[in-house]
């Protein structure tokens, strides 16, 4: 008999590994296409006329997209899968990247936000990976597992720039149509790794053998079993969980100041820095390695021995620095590096320890809810900052805007240090107490 249980356990952790796996390569194949065009994009906007402004409005029409997508997709993915949402995100981007190749050709600074925008709705199944993660994990382990998104994220951005490199090389005159179809192929790759080796992580939908994983995740979780009326009404009792509107107010400002960076990033490397386009290429692959790497390596143990609050404000503080220095530390290439150090650290910290608190705080039975309602707030963050950044851009002529960013992510540190006091009495290696 113990025998029998012994194999189960095995068993089960085999299949948890299995299932992480494949939400990993989904999410990495899915960034590997996306970082592809992160360092080029200012540039074709320029190509085609556009102010920085114009260019940095790029992401927030993305960021529209998501908005819109991001919660509505947690919810459908509750009702009807997680499988089904990630099989049609997938085949939209699919569509959108295809797309993005063809505007310098049509010479529309409109076509291509129209495009970003429907680029950004395929970019809300993140909060379905999500869900399909708590599923299949325990309470207790939960943020270790978030870390593998961090994982992928930093690995996409490492190899998406790379590759668009390395297609660079082969075609310098016009290389933003290479790069679409080479993201239009892995996308392809992952949307049959999807049909072929995902499995419905639900507990409505799933098949059989994954039945005692998932409930095995949902012991010890809220089992009341209780039915919300509408959205509203479930997205108020989240709400009253305690905590909850702290981390999503950090998260919001966290991404409002970073997605200065993320957007202008590349306007600063070729204003403040004089680097081409190979140079600034080099950059991002530099950062998303260093992401991978502490996300691998140094992201886990620091959770386990430290816990969520104090990861998080390690890695607030870290953002804030970093974004400070890279203004401050131009035109040198090799401050440049330690800022972007310092940047990696910061999100490999304070991005995991988000999503697993978020997660931890929620009841299981309304993650994708939970998940969803967080994403659709950075969400909402991308939309009003890279339109604010952008503007700041211009008129504090170029790099010096990211000290603006430096201060939000001052502000956000500051919320962390002093809203999440008392965190650490709850007990959460257990769910958070029903509102």
């Known amino acids: 008999m113990e025998s029998s249980t012994h194999e189960a356990q095995n068993n089960g952790k085999a299949t948890r590994r299995y299932t992480l796996l494949s939400v990993f390569l989904t999410i990495f194949l899915d960034l590997v296409g996306f970082g592809m065009f992160i360092p080029i994009l200012p540039a074709i906007a320029r190509q085609l006329n556009a102010s920085n402004a114009q260019a940095a409005l790029l992401s927030t029409f993305f960021s529209i997209g998501t908005l819109l997508s991001v919660m509505v997709f947690g919810k459908w993915s509750d009702a009807i899968g997680r499988r ?128 005692p994983l998932i409930e095995a995740a949902q012991a010890g979780a809220d089992a009341s079993g209780e039915r919300q009326s509408g959205a509203r009404q479930e997205a108020s009792k989240l709400l009253a969980r305690p905590f909850i509107k702290t981390i999503f107010l950090m998260q919001f400002i966290q991404v409002f100041g970073f997605v200065g960076v993320e957007t202008i990033l590349p306007l600063a490397l070729a204003d403040a820095y004089a680097l081409n386009q190979s140079s600034i290429y080099r950059a991002f692959l530099y950062l998303g390695a260093m992401v991978l790497l502490i996300n ?105 805007s990211l000290y603006v960013s430096s201060g939000l992510l001052l502000v956000v540190t500051l919320i962390g240090m002093a809203g999440l006091r008392g965190i650490d009495r709850l007990n959460l290696q257990q769910p958070a107490p029903a509102a």
């Open 84 to 211: 089904k949402i990630l099989v049609g995100t997938i085949l939209l981007s699919m569509l959108a990247q295809g797309l993005t190749g063809l505007t310098p050709v049509l010479g529309s600074y409109v076509l291509l936000a129209v495009i970003r925008f429907v680029a950004g709705i395929a970019a809300g199944n993140i909060s379905v990976a999500q869900a399909a993660i708590a599923d299949i994990t325990p309470l207790t382990e939960r943020s270790r597992s978030m870390v593998i998104i961090g994982i992928a994220f930093g690995a996409g951005f490492a190899f998406g720039p790379a590759l668009g490199a390395l297609i660079t090389l082969f075609f310098p005159e016009n290389p933003i149509v290479p790069i679409s179809i080479a993201a239009v192929g892995l996308n392809f790759i992952n949307l049959i790794l999807i049909l072929l080796r995902f499995k419905e992580t639900h507990a409505r939908f799933a098949p059989p053998e994954l039945k």
């Open 296 to 400: 691998g390596a140094v992201s886990r143990p620091v959770l386990k021995k430290a816990g969520e609050p104090l990861t998080l404000n390690i890695g607030q503080l870290s953002l804030t620095c970093g974004i400070y220095l890279i203004p401050w530390l131009a035109p040198h290439p090799g401050g440049l590096y330690v800022a972007l150090s310092m940047l990696s650290l910061g999100s490999s910290f304070a991005n995991p320890a988000l999503s697993g608190l978020v997660s931890r705080l929620s009841p299981h039975d309304r993650q994708g809810l939970a998940l969803g309602m967080a994403q659709s707030l950075s969400a909402g963050a991308r939309i009003l900052g890279p339109a604010f950044m952008g503007l700041v851009y211009d008129r504090l002529h170029g790099a010096p």
